[in-house]
């Protein structure tokens, strides 16, 4: 059967790059209405969500392998308003807390997109019944989005942060071999 753990390194670096790079490029079809972007940035998106799963998947994996190692990972503390809104005061609980409410607002975010896309675009208006946004209405639902979308870029990283934390100063997921 596949490791998943194994691979947790390895996937977690393709939505820090490809979600914030998703929401630039949705900012700059914003400000300059290229269809490139926004095509490009959903492609992003789509991956990043995509990745972003496999990456919180791999990541229960490691802390299943992490806990099985050592039985005081959950232990292990962290202070702050972030770790008592997300996991309780545990950084293994705050890291994977973060982890899937980034990848459920992204997802939102992505789905929300494609319907934005699919009710504004004139060519969808056939499979829309030609019901398509009110002129008026498109511009701001757009601007919200791309606000929600670069708050949510704070999401990515801080649970990068918090993952960083439990390997840089706690060393999980380090193996001994590997210090040697």
Request: aromatic fraction near 8%; charged fraction near 10%; hydrophobic fraction near 55%.
């Given at each position: 059967?596949?490791?998943?753990?194994?691979?947790h390194?390895?996937?977690?670096?393709?939505?820090?790059?490809?979600?914030?790079?998703?929401?630039?490029?949705?900012?700059?079809?914003?400000?300059?209405?290229?269809?490139g972007?926004?095509?490009?940035?959903?492609?992003?998106?789509?991956?990043?969500?995509?990745?972003?799963?496999?990456?919180?998947?791999?990541?229960?994996?490691?802390?299943?392998?992490?806990e099985?190692?050592?039985?005081?990972v959950?232990?292990?503390?962290?202070?702050?308003?972030?770790?008592?809104?997300?996991?309780?005061?545990?950084?293994?609980?705050?890291?994977?807390?973060l982890?899937?409410?980034?990848?459920?607002?992204?997802?939102?975010?992505?789905?929300?997109?494609?319907?934005?896309?699919?009710?504004?675009?004139?060519?969808?208006?056939?499979?829309?019944?030609?019901?398509?946004?009110?002129?008026?209405?498109?511009?701001?639902?757009?601007?919200?989005?791309?606000?929600?979308?670069?708050?949510?870029?704070?999401?990515?990283?801080?649970?990068?942060?918090?993952?960083?934390?439990?390997?840089?100063?706690?060393?999980?997921?380090?193996?001994?071999?590997?210090?040697?």
């Amino acid at each position: 059967m596949l490791d998943l753990a194994q691979y947790h390194p390895l996937l977690v670096h393709a939505p820090l790059i490809l979600l914030p790079t998703a929401i630039l490029l949705r900012v700059l079809h914003l400000i300059w209405p290229k269809a490139g972007f926004r095509i490009t940035a959903i492609v992003l998106l789509v991956a990043g969500v995509g990745l972003g799963i496999l990456a919180k998947e791999s990541g229960e994996a490691a802390e299943h392998a992490a806990e099985a190692r050592s039985a005081n990972v959950e232990a292990i503390q962290a202070t702050g308003t972030i770790p008592a809104m997300f996991g309780e005061g545990s950084l293994l609980e705050t890291h994977a807390s973060l982890a899937e409410t980034t990848v459920i607002v992204f997802m939102l975010l992505l789905i929300s997109e494609a319907l934005l896309l699919f009710l504004s675009q004139p060519f969808f208006a056939r499979w829309c019944g030609s019901f398509s946004l009110p002129i008026g209405l498109h511009k701001p639902l757009e601007i919200g989005w791309v606000v929600v979308g670069v708050a949510a870029i704070a999401l990515v990283v801080l649970t990068g942060h918090y993952g960083g934390k439990l390997v840089y100063e706690h060393g999980v997921g380090i193996s001994l071999s590997a210090m040697q």
